[in-house]
């Protein structure tokens, strides 16, 4: 991005110095003049500052706005410029000063500024082609910071957003930790519950398990032939025996 400078030449036609004042001004410029195409602006920068306490006027206070402007002292270059604005009256003057102004808006991040400076360069000289082109540099970077300005301020809702989700799904966690954490105790205890009643159950007789085992577990209707078994047999004993006791005994023969 260009820059106008506006350089004191050592001969103005038609220009005189009427007193020591303004002579000594003069030589300030002159000096300054030198310090800045060598490119020591801070030098230069003194020696316009010194011309203009002296004698102020249009050229000192632009030319020191130029020298603050190439040390980067934007916000005192332009007040510089500002003050050479009050010191012309001719419209290439203004139209560079607004020129400069802009660049030290745009530099600042001052887009809107900047725009607005360009803008007033181009009413004061309006086939400028350097501050059309500046108008639209100024613009896109205008355009550029406020969607920057827009996310900035999306993002902190943006953050807190997943901030609120991320704890409700560590509650959710949590609650199904928990109640996982019940459910296996709840598992426990009842596994616990069934192992004490299996232990107060009464248990079998140990012999009739081994019956079932061996498969000789005797069953009601085989008790019951068997009883009747071991009565007919009884009956049978009793009747030998009433038979026998009833028959008549035959007496000993006396020989």
Do not use: C
Not at 31 to 56: C, I, V
Not at 70 to 78: E, G, I, L, R, S
Request: glycine share 4%; no cysteine; net charge positive.
């Amino acid at each position: 991005m260009k820059i106008y400078f506006k350089l004191i030449l050592l001969l103005i036609i038609g220009f005189s110095y009427s007193n020591a004042s303004s002579q000594s001004a003069h030589k300030l410029l002159r000096k300054g003049d030198k310090a800045y195409l060598n490119g020591d602006f801070q030098k230069a920068e003194q020696s316009y500052s010194s011309a203009n306490e002296k004698n102020g006027g249009f050229a000192s206070s632009f030319n020191l706005g130029n020298s603050q402007y190439q040390q980067k002292n934007y916000a005192d270059a332009t007040k510089s410029y500002q003050n050479a604005l009050g010191s012309t009256t001719t419209s290439t003057d203004k139209a560079n000063i607004y020129y400069n102004v802009g660049n030290a808006a745009y530099e600042q991040k001052q887009y809107q500024q900047a725009v607005n400076a360009y803008k007033k360069a181009l009413k004061y000289n309006p086939s400028d082609l350097a501050s059309k082109e500046n108008i639209i540099l100024a613009k896109h970077a205008l355009r550029q910071q406020q969607k920057q300005e827009n996310k900035d301020k999306k993002d902190p809702q943006d953050q807190k957003n997943k901030e609120d989700q991320q704890q409700e799904n560590n509650k959710e966690q949590e609650n199904k930790d928990s109640q996982d954490q019940k459910n296996k105790e709840q598992q426990q205890k009842d596994q616990q519950n069934k192992e004490d009643q299996d232990q107060n159950k009464p248990k079998d007789d140990p012999s009739k398990e081994k019956q079932k085992a061996n498969g000789n577990e005797m069953s009601k209707k085989e008790a019951k032939e068997l009883l009747d078994v071991i009565e007919n047999e009884e009956k049978k004993v009793h009747q030998k025996l009433r038979r026998v006791d009833g028959k008549a005994i035959k007496p000993k023969k006396d020989w």
